[in-house]
């Protein structure tokens, strides 16, 4: 069984910076894929990024790429997602999850079968 908790949410001034992070219990060999999806008040989860956890491959939505960047620290099972120059329309719950989705459906809420519990970022104007 594998458990994920995140952290790192907070609330931010448009422009500003976060980073999250995302503890994951368990070895590395049982979760190939960590990805953070987040979910704005009134509308479905959505990808943002995820992480091979073999070579750390990285995989970015169109929204957040060039201003998020996601990492691995294997020695601490955990996934971090530095995002810079925040905009309000970034506010959401973020949430992180751990799965083996094969590239087509790496998007895919369906393709995770581990999730935590979110962590809320708001970002003002």
């Known amino acids: 069984q594998v458990q994920l908790v995140e952290s790192g949410g907070g609330l931010v001034q448009a422009g500003g910076s976060l980073r999250l992070s995302c503890a994951a219990s368990g070895s590395a060999s049982s979760i190939p894929t960590v990805a953070w999806f987040r979910q704005a008040p009134g509308e479905e989860r959505k990808f943002v990024a995820a992480v091979r956890w073999s070579n750390s491959r990285m995989y970015y939505s169109d929204s957040v790429k060039g201003r998020f960047t996601i990492s691995r620290d294997s020695a601490k099972n955990t996934v971090y997602l530095q995002m810079n120059s925040l905009k309000p329309e970034d506010t959401a719950v973020y949430y992180c999850?751990?799965?083996?989705?094969?590239?087509?459906?790496?998007?895919?809420?369906?393709?995770?079968?581990?999730w935590g519990q979110g962590t809320q970022v708001t970002v003002s104007s």
């Open positions: 999850a751990a799965g083996s989705p094969i590239l087509s459906s790496l998007e895919s809420n369906s393709a995770y079968r581990h």
